[in-house]
């Protein structure tokens, strides 16, 4: 089942964050999740502290620029990596298209 993630700080007339809304599978903000698992496990070791400027889940500073060019854009760059500090599909090799996807959109509500 499919829902819609409206990016919480995209309505308070924040420019520089995309408003779209961001279609996520039911439940893959929620804590116990398999993409809350997946962030545990492979993620949080950078994003969880911000290595290297990873953005952190929830912190509206990290995400506006990265969020300006769309979600698409940052699934992108999640899949083919981002030179050496970002590693193709953030070394989840076994993860799906839409289990990475359900992943950013952890990240992106702040679920923890």
Known sequence: MLGL???PWAANGDSSASAEAVVLAKGATEPGSQAAQIY???CAT???EGVQ???RPGEKADWDGR???GF????L???EGMGPSMPPRGTCDDCSDELLRAVIQYMLA???
Do not use: K, W
Not at 72 to 75: C, Q, V
């Open 110 to 112: 702040g679920a923890r």
């Open 46 to 48: 950078c994003h969880a």
């Open 40 to 42: 545990e496990t492979t």
């Open 77 to 79: 760059n999640v899949a």
């Open 72 to 75: 698409e854009e940052i699934y």
């Open 5 to 7: 993630l409206a990016l």
């Open 53 to 55: 400027g990873a953005p």
């Open 67 to 69: 969020l300006a060019p």
